[in-house]
């Protein structure tokens, strides 16, 4: 059964960093593009990051480049999200995906394959 597992999250000071991961299971996620999406209390969900099957191409939104970083260990099936210089606007519950493809956008309508999410929370 194809299982997506996030981790990683917590509550951390503004400034600070955390690094979300995402490991797959029952499915080799070498043949996937990955996206980290996240959403907060009352706001739509937001793609935050996406990373094509074989991590050569990236892609961020605006909100975050610059201190998001996304990247991916296929050996070890799972995907990073580094996130640097949290403020308190990048408090949600993330969430990543898979898709089927080689290249993946932050459109989460491409995305057929959700984890249950983890939560992060930037407050002093």
Same mark, same amino acid.
């Given at each position: 059964?194809?299982?997506?597992?996030?981790?990683?999250?917590?509550?951390?000071?503004?400034?600070?960093?955390?690094?979300?991961?995402?490991?797959?299971?029952?499915?080799?996620?070498?043949?996937?593009?990955? @996206?980290?999406?996240?959403?907060?209390? @009352?706001?739509?969900?937001?793609?935050?990051?996406?990373i094509?099957? &074989? %991590?050569?191409?990236?892609?961020?939104a605006? &909100?975050?480049? @610059?201190?998001?970083?996304?990247?991916?260990?296929?050996?070890?099936?799972?995907?990073?999200?580094?996130?640097? @210089?949290?403020?308190?606007?990048?408090?949600?519950?993330?969430?990543?995906?898979?898709?089927?493809?080689?290249? %993946?956008?932050?459109?989460?309508?491409?995305?057929p394959?959700?984890?249950?999410?983890?939560?992060?929370?930037?407050?002093?």
């Open positions: 059964q194809l299982q997506l597992v996030e981790s990683g999250g917590g509550l951390v000071q503004p400034g600070g960093s955390l690094r979300l991961s995402c490991a797959a299971s029952g499915f080799t996620l070498a043949y996937y593009a990955i @996206g980290w999406f996240r959403q907060a209390p @009352g706001k739509e969900r937001e793609g935050v990051s996406a094509s099957s &074989s %991590g050569g191409s990236v892609v961020y605006d &909100s975050v480049r @610059g201190r998001f970083t996304i990247s991916r260990d296929n050996a070890k099936n799972t995907v990073y999200l580094q996130m640097n @210089g949290l403020k308190p606007e990048d408090t949600a519950v993330y969430y990543c995906a898979a898709n089927p493809e080689e290249f %993946g956008t932050l459109s989460g309508y491409e995305y394959y959700w984890g249950q999410g983890t939560q992060v929370t930037v407050s002093s």
